[in-house]
């Protein structure tokens, strides 16, 4: 038998990104087993890893122009 976890997604109470630990209840996924039961979260301890700004990628036309010289090097 094979337990199955999400390959992406949040969980529905605290919103954190699911893993290993992720738990499937009525339908809806959970970020643990405690969290699904409606205990404290214990992913609420730990800060997120990767601040919610690096995950977005800006679009190149928000940086400022490059001169001549710098494009030339960067190839």
Request: charged share 25%; with cysteine; net charge positive.
């Amino acid at each position: 038998m094979t337990d199955r976890v999400p390959a992406s997604g949040s969980c529905v109470r605290c919103q954190r990104s699911l893993g290993l630990a992720a738990a499937k209840v009525d339908g809806q996924w959970y970020g643990s087993a405690t969290c699904a039961e409606g205990g404290a979260c214990p992913f609420d301890r730990y800060a997120p890893a990767v601040p919610e700004v690096a995950l977005y990628s800006r679009p190149r036309r928000f940086f400022r122009a490059r001169g001549p010289r710098e494009l030339k090097r960067g190839s």
